[in-house]
Structures are given as structure tokens and as C-alpha cells.
């Protein structure tokens, strides 16, 4: 139709959505390409296909109250594909359920690969759960670990499958895709869940079709199998590509467990230092300040660990540039006392 609905949903995030379909004198059918949170009352307007202001007016009510799936140890949880949607357990007259929690999985292949006894973690691992058994509808998982509490489970969380082969190509339709403009205009090639040297060769391949082979590849380190192929991935690559590798901490945190990770972390660290490799020191740095302007002791303590890489990587948030400063000062102080893995000793200062 040429038309278009603008707003600004309640994340200040400008978002656009083009008119698809006028189904009643009260109802459009509109298509996005990015998530908005709206409420009632968001300012909308209607735009002609060259952008002018048609009308402008506010989102209604919304009827009924946003479902909460909360989850507790030991309950069920049907993970399920997206063409169901998400909703809560439903219990029978005597409190009893006789419906499980379910949850759509943007991956759908995923659920075709999974096993009896895998382990799935959700949100960045505040839910722990295993496949207690494969039914029509999908995967049938027992919550293994939540919050006293429980957990609330909210739209578009992760999902981690730290166990299972998902048998996906290291390079989707949509990466190659992204890969023309890339190769044109990006600096560096970010390579997520790389596992194998394999997945390299390819990435590598595929630049080379571009003539881009220039490009450095940043390789994320994410998943368990990365981890115990770093060695083959590093010493494959080096010699004939450029690279850096991320140390991904969030997913890795999932995968391997935090007690797990902090051991990991160093010996990452010392694999790249030997190789010559540099290091991206990533994930949730000082992200209480980045996201919410407070400090916390313990964050500073981790930032001041991340001057033994050559980059630390900060999350977005409203407060990025007090992060930034604060992130600086660390630096500063901490490169007198330490290059790379090893301890400098400077003279004290009291």
C-alpha cells in the first residue's frame, strides 16, 4: 500500500512498520523487521510512501493482562515451535496441572535434534532444564535449576544446547548474505559460535570468493567444542589469515558453568599470548554502569582482569559513557601493575 506506521516504542527506540493490509474500518495488518514494546497509549503515525504525516494518533487499549510463565524446579516445560505461542501451565479445578508451560523456539530445527537427558539452558542460564522425553508437539523439559522463586520467562530470551550436535552449517543464507555488504564496507569479520577449524576454512573461502581476504576474522569463542578446538583453530588459521579471537563470557558462562569459566578465561589467555594472538576481553564488563549508572565492587574487580587483553568490549546501555570513563581509569592504573599474563611488581604508592 505504500503506507507506513511510525512511533517511538518504550525503549525511546524509533521504529517503522509498513501498512500490509487495511482488514476493517478499526484493524491494520502491519509488517517489521525489528521488535518494538508498546503499550497503550504510544503515539503512532501514519505516513504516506513519501514519509509525510497522513494523521497521527494513540495505541488503545490493550484487553486482558500479559501472560507470566514462571517456572519452578521441577516443573514441566514444552519447548515447542514458534507457530505456537508462548503461554503459561494450566491447572485443572483441584490445583493440579494438566497442561504444561510452553515456549516457542526461533530455531525449530533445534528440537528435531534433541535428546533424552540433554541439557537446555534459558535467559543466559537463569533456568537450567533437561529433555525429559520427545513429543509431537516437541521437546518435553523438566526444570533442573530456578530461583527459590522461580523464573519468569520472558519473550525473546536465549536458548543454549551446551550437549547437543545441532548439525547447523557454520554459515546461514542470511550470513552469507551479510557477508557481500560486510566484505565492502566493515573493517573486521565477527565470527559467532565458530567451533571447529572447518567453520575457518570456510569463513575464509567464502572472502576469498569476495576478494576480501584482508578482512580479519574476529572468532568468537562461545561454546564448550570451541573451546577444546581452539588450539586446531589457531594454529590452522595462523600463517594465512588474520585473527583475533573474543572471549565471549556470557554464552561460555552457560556452557561451561561460571566456576568452569574462570579457569577457562586464563587458559584462553595464555593460548592467545603464546600464539601471538590478540584477545577481546567480552561480555557484561561493568555493565552495572553501563545499564543502570550504579558500581559494584565486584565488577571493577573483573574490568581490572581485562587489562591482560589488547580490547574489552562494553555493553550499550543509557550510562555507556560513564562506563567508558570509568573503564579508562581501571586501564590506567592496572597496565602499571600488569602486561599480558604477567605481573610488572612497580613500586607501591600509599
Known amino acids: 500500500m505504500g503506507q507506513h506506521i511510525r512511533c517511538k516504542d518504550l525503549r525511546g527506540k524509533h521504529r517503522e512498520f509498513e501498512l500490509v493490509q487495511s482488514l476493517d474500518a478499526n484493524q491494520w495488518l502491519l509488517s517489521g523487521t525489528e521488535g518494538c514494546y508498546l503499550a497503550a497509549g504510544t503515539a503512532l503515525e501514519l505516513l504516506d510512501c513519501d514519509h509525510n504525516q497522513l494523521a497521527a494518533f494513540n495505541l488503545g487499549d490493550f484487553e486482558g493482562q500479559p501472560a507470566k510463565i514462571i517456572l519452578h524446579q521441577g516443573d514441566h516445560l514444552l519447548l515447542t515451535t514458534l507457530s505456537q505461542a508462548g503461554a503459561p501451565a494450566e491447572l485443572n479445578q483441584a490445583g493440579q496441572v494438566c497442561k504444561p508451560a510452553q515456549i516457542g523456539c526461533t530455531l525449530e530445527s533445534a528440537i528435531s535434534h534433541l535428546k533424552e537427558g540433554d541439557p537446555v539452558w534459558i535467559d543466559d542460564g537463569k533456568l537450567g532444564a533437561e529433555v525429559e522425553s520427545i513429543v509431537e508437539e516437541g521437546a518435553l523439559l523438566r526444570v533442573t535449576r530456578a530461583r527459590s522463586q522461580g523464573v519468569n520467562i520472558k519473550a525473546d530470551k536465549g536458548i543454549n544446547f551446551p550437549e547437543t550436535d545441532l548439525g547447523l552449517p557454520s554459515l546461514s543464507e542470511k550470513d552469507l548474505h551479510d557477508l557481500d555488504f560486510a566484505c565492502i564496507n566493515a573493517d573486521l569479520i565477527g565470527f559467532s559460535f565458530v567451533e571447529s577449524l572447518a567453520d575457518m576454512d570456510n569463513l575464509i573461502q567464502e572472502l576469498a570468493k569476495r576478494g576480501a581476504t584482508d578482512l580479519p576474522i574476529i572468532a568468537k569463542i562461545e561454546t564448550n ?115 599480558k599474563k604477567f605481573s610488572r611488581l612497580r613500586a607501591l604508592h600509599w
Open 225 to 339: 567444542r570451541a573451546v577444546k578446538n581452539l588450539p586446531d583453530i589457531v594454529l590452522g588459521t595462523l600463517g594465512r589469515h588474520s585473527l583475533g579471537i573474543m572471549i565471549a563470557r556470557g554464552d561460555l558462562a552457560v556452557e561451561l558453568g561460571s566456576a568452569r569459566l574462570a579457569e577457562v578465561q586464563e587458559e584462553l589467555l595464555w593460548l592467545c599470548e603464546a600464539a601471538h594472538v590478540p584477545v577481546i576481553w567480552a561480555t557484561q564488563v561493568l555493565e552495572s554502569i553501563a545499564k543502570k549508572g550504579t558500581r559494584s565492587r565486584p565488577e571493577f574487580t573483573d574490568a581490572a582482569m581485562a587489562v591482560r587483553a589488547e580490547c574489552v568490549m562494553l555493553n550499550k546501555g543509557p550510562y555507556i559513557v560513564d562506563a567508558l570513563s570509568a573503564l579508562i581509569n581501571v586501564m590506567d592504573r592496572m597496565q602499571a601493575h600488569q602486561h
